[in-house]
């Protein structure tokens, strides 16, 4: 059972940046897939960025391509989301997974999710 921990989340402007972070309990960290997520009440989840267990490869939502920069630190169990020129509709709720497989956009890949933490940017 992988635990996942999201920090960072917050209030910003428009314009600002965060760094999320994403704490995994599980010593073959390495081993897993990891995407980050978010979702605005109402509305269904939304894929935002992946990486494979390496970090050698990366993929991103169309919406979020040249702000967002997914990375990891398999020494530290850790996945990072660095988000800048943030936008008042990257506003929700932020979540990060882990999947088995080696990279997915589809959140049903996922066998792990964090609680999630909350982004607002404000206008």
């Known amino acids: 059972q992988v635990q996942l921990v999201e920090s960072g989340g917050g209030l910003v402007q428009a314009g600002g940046s965060l760094r999320l972070s994403c704490a995994a309990s599980?010593?073959?960290?390495?081993?897993?897939?990891m995407g980050w997520f978010r979702q605005v009440p109402g509305k269904e989840r939304e894929f935002v960025a992946a990486?494979?267990?390496?970090?050698?490869?990366?993929y991103y939502a169309d919406s979020v391509k040249g702000r967002f920069t997914i990375s990891r630190d398999n020494a530290k169990n850790t996945v990072y989301l660095q988000m800048n020129s943030l936008k008042p509709w990257d506003t929700a709720v932020y979540y990060c997974?882990?999947?088995?497989?080696?990279?997915?956009?589809?959140?049903?890949?996922?066998?792990?999710w964090g609680q999630g933490t909350q982004v607002t940017v404000s206008s």
């Open positions: 997974a882990a999947s088995s497989i080696p990279v997915s956009t589809y959140d049903y890949d996922y066998d792990y």
């Open positions: 599980e010593r073959t960290f390495s081993s897993y897939g």
């Open positions: 990486i494979t267990w390496s970090g050698g490869n990366s």
